[in-house]
């Protein structure tokens, strides 16, 4: 169904309205920028890399001093880096806040480019983004954690084996190094392996999903041996897997009794867990047809949501172990742009849905800072509130 052709006054509108969006995401992203040097966490967080410049392991083996709070893969640290070229901790931390950002706005364009139809409109697909960044949870864009890395390394590997058929090798190696990069960024990002290898067993049958575990296996095995030489295998061994593995589980009644005196962990996993395990739950039979758009990022949050559970289970864990509805997040964006184009209603219904889920991110943070905030001292609280 085409969509119907706008008047002048209804595109000087939408235009309006277009940039009214972008600049409040934009603000928004700033404001999250502002504060993220504030926070003790994020200077946790970069220390181990820190300690990797000054040649200093932060993955110690078990006879070898003591361990560090970096209980996660490498990959992070690296990306992290560039923070540590800078003059003094407040650039640092902002430095990396800005490297944060990038791991959430570049790969989400990259998906989302990946995922629209050949015909999509560029001002469709920024729309997309847009909304896909309001819904962004805020903990993933104010803090520095592992999973940022991961996260961003998943979207890549799905847009890489969207639409990728057996004989386009170069495409789906390619996708199986990035998912084995997820994976060697926080050890449980197991969604867009298995994910990706299921999305190929549904649309090209059971070799091409066995040879997508080859390359996965294959890729995931030469990064160990790469990290493994740069960091050292036993420390990296030990740290990785060993002290994660001994962590013990929280029981399911303690874990309710956290969420019932905290309300805004219950909205959270209200938000991105519950709804959209729902919402794929009700749609289960039409989203698994091999010809659907959203069939990878489906299946990528399917396979995520119990990795997700074991580590918000473990003794620390969080909302920042949930990273399941993030995947669904760009391809419901587009479906919701596209539908309101072809209702007329783009002037409407999505920066009517961009403005209430900045305003119900914003709400638990606060007043929102325009300018960076200073480090906090030392003795300051160190453990995000998510």
């Not at 040649?55 to 990959?75: D, E, N, Q, R």
């Not at 805020?138 to 996260?151: K, Y």
């Not at 997820?182 to 990002?189: G, M, N, P, Y």
């Not at 960091?231 to 019932?260: Q, W």
Request: glycine share 10%.
């Amino acid at each position: 169904m085409p969509i119907p052709s706008p008047s002048p006054v209804r595109r000087l509108a939408s235009g309006l309205v277009f940039g009214a969006a972008t600049a409040a995401v934009a603000l928004w992203l700033w404001s999250c920028l502002c504060r993220f040097p504030v926070h003790g966490w994020n200077a946790i967080r970069l220390a181990p890399s820190f300690m990797w410049w000054a040649g200093v392991t932060p993955y110690p083996g078990p006879s070898a001093g003591p361990v560090t709070t970096w209980i996660y893969g490498p990959l992070p640290l690296i990306l992290q880096w560039p923070a540590t070229l800078m003059g003094g901790a407040a650039s640092a931390l902002l430095a990396a806040g800005v490297i944060n950002l990038l791991l959430a706005v570049a790969p989400l364009a990259v998906a989302i480019r990946a995922q629209a139809a050949p015909a999509t409109s560029r001002q469709t697909r920024l729309a997309a983004l847009l909304l896909t960044l309001a819904c962004w949870p805020a903990v993933n864009l104010i803090f520095c954690q592992a999973g940022n890395a991961a996260i961003a390394c998943g979207l890549l590997a799905g847009a890489a084996v969207a639409g990728a058929a057996p004989r386009d090798s170069a495409r789906l190696w390619t996708a199986a190094a990035l998912a084995a990069l997820a994976l060697w960024s926080r050890q449980t990002e197991l969604g867009p392996v298995l994910g990706q290898i299921a999305y190929l067993g549904l649309r090209h049958g059971r070799r091409a999903a066995l040879t997508q575990t080859l390359r996965a296996a294959a890729a995931g095995g030469f990064f160990g041996l790469v990290f493994g030489g740069v960091f050292g295998a036993e420390g990296l061994i030990y740290n990785m897997f060993v002290i994660p593995a001994a962590l013990p589980f929280v029981t399911f009644a303690d874990k309710v009794k956290s969420l019932v005196y905290t309300g805004d962990i219950a909205a959270y996993l209200l938000a991105y867990l519950i709804v959209p395990a729902v919402v794929v739950g009700v749609r289960v039979r039409r989203f698994l047809h091999r010809d659907h758009p959203a069939l990878a990022p489906v299946l990528v949050f399917a396979w995520s949501v119990p990795f997700d559970l074991a580590g918000f289970f473990t003794v620390g864990g969080n909302v920042n172990s949930f990273h399941a509805a993030v995947y669904l997040l760009p391809a419901a964006a587009l479906w919701l742009v596209e539908r309101s184009q072809r209702a007329g209603a783009w002037s409407g219904a999505v920066p009517v849905g961009l403005a209430l889920a900045l305003a119900l991110q914003g709400m638990p943070l606060g007043p929102l800072p325009m300018k960076p905030q200073p480090a906090p001292s030392p003795v300051g609280r160190c453990r995000p509130r998510w």
